[in-house]
Protein backbone atom coordinates (compact mmCIF):
# COMPACT_ATOMS: atom_id res chain seq x y z
CA UNK A 1 0.00 0.00 0.00
CA UNK A 2 1.31 3.29 -1.04
CA UNK A 3 2.25 5.79 1.86
CA UNK A 4 3.11 8.93 -0.21
CA UNK A 5 0.71 11.30 -1.22
CA UNK A 6 1.55 11.95 -4.75
CA UNK A 7 2.11 7.98 -5.51
CA UNK A 8 -1.91 7.93 -5.33
CA UNK A 9 -2.81 10.85 -7.81
CA UNK A 10 -0.29 9.25 -9.98
CA UNK A 11 -0.49 5.44 -9.72
CA UNK A 12 -3.37 4.32 -7.04
CA UNK A 13 -3.11 3.24 -3.84
CA UNK A 14 -1.54 -0.04 -4.33
CA UNK A 15 -3.92 -2.42 -2.68
CA UNK A 16 -4.86 -4.59 -5.96
CA UNK A 17 -2.66 -5.58 -9.22
CA UNK A 18 -3.85 -2.72 -11.31
CA UNK A 19 -1.16 -0.27 -8.82
CA UNK A 20 0.33 1.46 -11.42
CA UNK A 21 -1.30 0.26 -14.60
CA UNK A 22 -3.69 2.13 -16.93
CA UNK A 23 -6.43 -0.02 -15.73
CA UNK A 24 -6.03 1.54 -12.04
CA UNK A 25 -9.50 3.51 -11.16
CA UNK A 26 -7.60 6.54 -10.07
CA UNK A 27 -6.76 7.21 -14.10
CA UNK A 28 -10.27 7.17 -15.08
CA UNK A 29 -11.35 9.76 -12.47
CA UNK A 30 -7.77 11.38 -12.11
CA UNK A 31 -9.05 14.57 -13.30
CA UNK A 32 -12.28 14.52 -10.68
CA UNK A 33 -9.85 13.55 -7.85
CA UNK A 34 -7.19 16.45 -8.37
CA UNK A 35 -10.68 18.89 -8.32
CA UNK A 36 -11.72 17.46 -5.14
CA UNK A 37 -7.83 18.02 -4.00
CA UNK A 38 -7.89 21.34 -4.99
CA UNK A 39 -11.24 21.60 -2.91
CA UNK A 40 -9.93 20.19 0.20
CA UNK A 41 -6.39 22.30 0.05
CA UNK A 42 -8.92 25.32 -0.98
CA UNK A 43 -10.71 24.66 2.08
CA UNK A 44 -7.37 24.39 4.44
CA UNK A 45 -7.52 21.02 5.03
CA UNK A 46 -4.43 19.07 5.89
CA UNK A 47 -3.57 16.07 3.26
CA UNK A 48 -2.53 13.13 4.48
CA UNK A 49 -2.36 9.43 3.59
CA UNK A 50 -4.11 6.97 5.74
CA UNK A 51 -5.57 3.50 4.24
CA UNK A 52 -3.61 4.30 1.59
CA UNK A 53 -5.95 6.71 0.42
CA UNK A 54 -5.71 10.65 0.03
CA UNK A 55 -7.02 11.59 3.71
CA UNK A 56 -7.90 15.37 4.59
CA UNK A 57 -8.04 16.52 8.39
CA UNK A 58 -8.39 19.78 10.65
CA UNK A 59 -7.98 20.57 14.11
CA UNK A 60 -6.58 17.02 14.68
CA UNK A 61 -9.33 15.35 13.34
CA UNK A 62 -9.97 13.14 10.18
CA UNK A 63 -12.40 15.19 7.93
CA UNK A 64 -13.18 13.28 4.52
CA UNK A 65 -10.94 10.32 2.68
CA UNK A 66 -11.04 9.83 -1.17
CA UNK A 67 -12.63 6.46 -3.33
CA UNK A 68 -12.44 5.54 -6.59
CA UNK A 69 -14.08 2.77 -8.30
CA UNK A 70 -14.94 1.15 -11.52
CA UNK A 71 -18.23 2.88 -11.47
CA UNK A 72 -17.43 6.06 -9.39
CA UNK A 73 -14.96 8.30 -7.31
CA UNK A 74 -16.06 10.06 -3.69
CA UNK A 75 -15.28 11.63 -0.95
CA UNK A 76 -16.53 10.18 2.53
CA UNK A 77 -17.24 12.26 5.31
CA UNK A 78 -15.94 10.76 8.86
CA UNK A 79 -18.35 11.37 12.05
CA UNK A 80 -21.68 11.27 9.42
CA UNK A 81 -23.80 10.91 11.32
CA UNK A 82 -23.03 14.97 12.33
CA UNK A 83 -23.81 16.08 9.04
CA UNK A 84 -26.99 18.24 8.27
CA UNK A 85 -27.05 17.05 4.79
CA UNK A 86 -29.38 20.03 3.28
CA UNK A 87 -28.74 19.87 -0.22
CA UNK A 88 -29.60 15.72 0.00
CA UNK A 89 -26.25 14.89 -1.66
CA UNK A 90 -24.68 12.39 0.84
CA UNK A 91 -25.45 8.67 0.33
CA UNK A 92 -24.86 5.33 2.23
CA UNK A 93 -21.88 3.35 0.92
CA UNK A 94 -24.01 0.30 1.35
CA UNK A 95 -27.31 -1.01 2.66
CA UNK A 96 -25.52 -1.88 6.15
CA UNK A 97 -24.18 1.85 6.62
CA UNK A 98 -25.73 3.10 9.38
CA UNK A 99 -25.64 6.71 7.98
CA UNK A 100 -25.18 8.75 4.87
CA UNK A 101 -21.70 9.94 4.26
CA UNK A 102 -20.45 9.87 0.75
CA UNK A 103 -20.47 12.30 -2.28
CA UNK A 104 -20.61 10.42 -5.08
CA UNK A 105 -19.43 11.17 -9.01
CA UNK A 106 -19.92 9.18 -11.89
CA UNK A 107 -18.77 11.93 -13.94
CA UNK A 108 -15.12 13.74 -13.92
CA UNK A 109 -17.09 17.05 -14.46
CA UNK A 110 -19.55 17.17 -11.48
CA UNK A 111 -16.85 18.20 -9.06
CA UNK A 112 -16.52 21.42 -10.68
CA UNK A 113 -20.54 22.11 -10.60
CA UNK A 114 -20.95 20.78 -6.66
CA UNK A 115 -17.97 23.28 -5.40
CA UNK A 116 -19.73 25.30 -3.90
CA UNK A 117 -21.88 22.84 -1.91
CA UNK A 118 -18.72 20.66 -1.03
CA UNK A 119 -16.98 23.28 0.03
CA UNK A 120 -20.39 24.11 2.48
CA UNK A 121 -19.57 20.51 3.81
CA UNK A 122 -16.60 20.49 4.69
CA UNK A 123 -16.98 23.76 6.60
CA UNK A 124 -19.72 22.06 8.47
CA UNK A 125 -17.24 19.50 9.26
CA UNK A 126 -14.71 21.32 10.56
CA UNK A 127 -16.73 23.58 12.74
CA UNK A 128 -17.49 20.37 14.45
CA UNK A 129 -13.78 18.94 14.59
CA UNK A 130 -12.80 22.64 16.00
CA UNK A 131 -15.47 22.76 18.57
CA UNK A 132 -14.55 18.70 19.54
CA UNK A 133 -17.88 17.89 18.78
CA UNK A 134 -18.78 14.32 18.25
CA UNK A 135 -21.50 11.63 17.32
CA UNK A 136 -23.01 10.66 20.44
CA UNK A 137 -22.52 6.61 20.75
CA UNK A 138 -25.00 4.35 19.41
CA UNK A 139 -26.55 1.86 21.29
CA UNK A 140 -27.45 -1.19 19.35
CA UNK A 141 -27.62 -5.20 20.25
CA UNK A 142 -25.56 -7.43 18.09
CA UNK A 143 -27.41 -10.67 16.58
CA UNK A 144 -24.71 -12.88 16.51
CA UNK A 145 -24.90 -16.19 14.50
CA UNK A 146 -25.45 -19.30 15.86
CA UNK A 147 -21.73 -20.38 14.66
CA UNK A 148 -20.04 -17.56 15.69
CA UNK A 149 -21.57 -18.01 19.13
CA UNK A 150 -20.25 -22.09 19.09
CA UNK A 151 -17.35 -20.88 18.27
CA UNK A 152 -16.77 -18.06 21.14
CA UNK A 153 -17.85 -20.48 23.60
CA UNK A 154 -14.89 -23.45 22.40
CA UNK A 155 -12.74 -20.62 22.14
CA UNK A 156 -11.87 -18.08 25.09
CA UNK A 157 -9.24 -16.76 23.66
CA UNK A 158 -10.77 -15.94 20.59
CA UNK A 159 -14.05 -14.77 23.04
CA UNK A 160 -12.17 -12.43 24.63
CA UNK A 161 -10.42 -10.83 21.50
CA UNK A 162 -13.90 -10.42 19.84
CA UNK A 163 -15.80 -8.78 22.38
CA UNK A 164 -12.82 -6.68 22.49
CA UNK A 165 -13.02 -5.42 18.98
CA UNK A 166 -14.96 -2.14 18.68
CA UNK A 167 -18.70 -2.29 17.80
CA UNK A 168 -17.84 -1.30 14.30
CA UNK A 169 -15.05 -4.63 13.79
CA UNK A 170 -18.00 -6.65 15.90
CA UNK A 171 -20.54 -5.37 13.51
CA UNK A 172 -18.22 -6.42 9.93
CA UNK A 173 -17.53 -10.11 10.95
CA UNK A 174 -21.60 -10.28 12.07
CA UNK A 175 -22.79 -8.53 8.40
CA UNK A 176 -20.10 -10.79 6.76
CA UNK A 177 -21.42 -14.28 8.31
CA UNK A 178 -24.90 -13.28 7.95
CA UNK A 179 -23.86 -12.75 3.91
CA UNK A 180 -23.23 -16.61 3.55
CA UNK A 181 -26.28 -18.93 3.20
CA UNK A 182 -24.92 -22.03 4.60
CA UNK A 183 -23.90 -22.72 8.08
CA UNK A 184 -20.81 -24.85 6.94
CA UNK A 185 -19.81 -21.53 4.74
CA UNK A 186 -20.18 -19.62 8.31
CA UNK A 187 -18.22 -21.65 9.87
CA UNK A 188 -15.28 -21.88 7.26
CA UNK A 189 -15.27 -18.17 7.21
CA UNK A 190 -15.03 -17.99 11.15
CA UNK A 191 -11.45 -20.36 10.99
CA UNK A 192 -10.37 -17.87 8.89
CA UNK A 193 -11.19 -14.87 10.71
CA UNK A 194 -9.66 -15.85 14.06
CA UNK A 195 -6.12 -14.33 13.50
CA UNK A 196 -7.73 -11.06 11.98
CA UNK A 197 -10.13 -11.41 15.28
CA UNK A 198 -7.12 -12.14 17.62
CA UNK A 199 -5.20 -9.21 15.96
CA UNK A 200 -7.61 -6.80 16.69
CA UNK A 201 -8.88 -6.08 12.98
CA UNK A 202 -11.90 -5.84 11.32
CA UNK A 203 -13.25 -8.07 8.39
CA UNK A 204 -12.04 -5.48 5.29
CA UNK A 205 -8.39 -4.87 7.33
CA UNK A 206 -5.30 -5.71 6.34
Not at 50 to 69: L, Q, S
Amino acid sequence: MITDIETYFSQGCGRCERFATSDCSTRQWSRGLSELRKICLESGLVETVKWAHPCYMHANRNIVIFGAFRGDFRISFFNAALMKDPQKVLERQGPNARHPDMIRFTKNTQVQLMKQAIMSYLDEAKGYAEAGIKPPKEEYELELPGELIDALDADPVLADAFHSLTPGRQRSYVINLNAAKKPETRISRIAKFRDKILAGKGVMER
